[in-house]
């Protein structure tokens, strides 16, 4: 059985639902319609601390990944793009 986070323990199955559906998309509101759910609904729910950390830290995982293989395919750019170089 998956682990499940903390904090989507105390989202509703909805919010937990709709998360990666909004992620998914290439837009908020193509995602909150992906959902079913009112755009306004999603930005309502941004503004409760648990569902906003939830959020968040699913967007970090699925773009870090993308992040780096971006980094490591133009390294001298990314690092002159972040004043490191």
């Known amino acids: 059985m998956q682990d ?3 904090a989507s323990v105390s989202l509703t199955r909805k919010q937990r639902r709709a998360i ?3 992620l998914a998309e290439k837009s908020i509101e193509t995602g909150c319609r992906s959902a079913g759910i009112a755009k306004q609904t999603f930005y309502n729910w941004l503004k409760d601390e648990t569902f906003r950390g939830e959020y968040q830290r699913q967007q970090s995982q699925l773009f870090r ?7 490591a395919q133009c390294p001298g ?3 002159q793009a972040r004043g490191t170089a």
């Open 77 to 79: 750019r990314c690092r």
């Open 20 to 22: 990666p559906l909004i």
């Open 65 to 71: 990944p993308r992040l780096r293989h971006r980094e």
């Open 4 to 6: 499940i986070p903390s």
